[in-house]
């Protein structure tokens, strides 16, 4: 078992594939040159260059944060809207992580390929489903092995999907 801190990037794993989940914390790397990836690196540093300011603190990495109307808004910007749902829970993770410190936020998921923003907002419901996710991945996290391999429809562009597969 690994003892590891819940990130986004866990989260955002955890509702796409469990497997990646456990993958991901064990620091198996993908293989850097896969194609996705690398479009995942230029839209987060092409798109927004203006305002980027990414902030690491703790186990939050922030893509984006802005003041607009006095309000604190973070933004997570992400290649396409497939994997809107884990995009979300993502930003939710960040935003009740600032909750914890204090500091209320809105969220903006951000899709500049499909022209998209779409606003997130963390409710008592939503925030249940964030405490069950880190419940599970905790869960996940004392498996010996990785979860059985199963073929879903992100395992295309997965940057696992070389060692997953191959
Ligand atoms: S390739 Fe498929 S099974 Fe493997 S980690 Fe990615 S999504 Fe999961």
Known sequence: ?????????????????????????????????????????????????????????????????????????????KKSSKGEKAATMQLLFYLYQLRQKGIEANGELLIPKERKKISVELTEENEKELKKAFADIKEILKMETPPPLKKISFCKNCAYSEFCWA
Not at 35 to 42: A, D, F, R, V
Not at 57 to 62: E, S
Request: proline letters at 3%; one cysteine or more; glycine letters at 6%.
């Open 1 to 77: 078992m690994i003892e590891r801190k819940i990130t986004g990037n866990l989260v955002n794993a955890y509702f796409i594939c469990h497997r990646k989940v456990w993958l991901f914390a064990h620091e198996i790397n993908p293989s850097l040159d896969n194609p996705y990836l690398e479009i995942g690196t230029l839209i987060g540093e092409q798109s927004y260059k203006r305002e980027k300011k990414e902030i690491q603190a703790g186990n939050m990495k922030i893509d984006l944060i802005k003041k607009e109307n006095g309000n604190i808004v973070v933004a997570e910007i």
